[in-house]
T-cell receptor, first 113, second 110 residues
Framework: DAGVIQSPRHEVTEMGQEVTLRCKPISGHNSLFWYRQTMMRGLELLIYFNNNVPIDDSGMPEDRFSAKMPNASFSTLKIQPSEPRDSAVYFC???????????FGPGTRLLVL | GEDVEQSLFLSVREGDSSVINCTYTDSSSTYLYWYKQEPGAGLQLLTYIFSNMDMKQDQRLTVLLNKKDKHLSLRIADTQTGDSAIYFCAESPAGTALIFGKGTTLSVSS
């Protein structure tokens, strides 16, 4: 299997622009997770889906962040408008079920200027 | 609260043993995990232990679990410079997503 695929791997944008991060989970996995990692706050769970349905979005920082999972093989995390404090590495992970072993993608490194 | 606690940094010399400690809170966790993150990469599953076990050994890695104290440790024998990374502990509460600690940065000097 190709593992969890994320795109883009790097993104540099200007404050105020819309940013869309993409994730393809491992085939057959029913749960998908979005995380953010910064030096200051470490690894934070933003939102997770089970069978394409958002289960817990309590980690989403504010209304500028939104996530969708239109089908079992694709998810997006959108930031609109982006701000410099959104600069971080964003990881997607998937698992067979929500409480099982998670497999992480390589991450998207976002820099908002 | 739902917190997995780890110390932030550990520094060892090449060839020594490293011990990374973790405390968790949810006694319903079926599995407990150790993930490794190398610089510039995502988290990779390193090893895990089933909650009814006390110890698991895998080559240079030894995982110890004390369920009474909710304490998990990872011992790396003969630590190498390639072991320098961030190590994350995670618990798996019943019916919900894994909960990760903040990570322990292991620095190995030659």
């Amino acid at each position: 299997d190709a593992g969890v695929i994320q795109s883009p791997r790097h993104e540099v944008t200007e404050m105020g622009q819309e940013v869309t991060l993409r994730c393809k989970p491992i085939s057959g996995h029913n749960s998908l997770f979005w995380y953010r990692q910064t030096m200051m706050r470490g690894l934070e769970l933003l939102i997770y889906f089970n069978n394409n349905v958002p289960i817990d979005d309590s980690g989403m920082p504010e209304d500028r962040f939104s996530a969708k999972m239109p089908n079992a093989s694709f998810s997006t995390l959108k930031i609109q408008p982006s701000e410099p404090r959104d600069s971080a590495v964003y990881f997607c992970a998937s698992s067979r079920d929500r409480a099982e072993t998670q497999y992480f993608g390589p991450g998207t490194r976002l820099l908002v200027l | 609260g739902e917190d997995v606690e780890q110390s932030l940094f550990l520094s060892v010399r090449e060839g020594d043993s490293s011990v990374i400690n973790c405390t968790y809170t949810d006694s319903s966790s079926t599995y407990l995990y150790w993930y490794k993150q190398e610089p510039g990469a995502g988290l990779q599953l390193l090893t895990y232990i089933f909650s009814n076990m006390d110890m698991k050994q895998d080559q240079r890695l030894t995982v110890l679990l004390n369920k009474k104290d909710k304490h998990l440790s990872l011992r790396i024998a003969d630590t190498q410079t390639g072991d320098s990374a961030i190590y994350f502990c995670a618990e798996s509460p019943a019916g919900t997503a894994l909960i990760f600690g903040k990570g322990t940065t292991l620095s190995v000097s030659s």
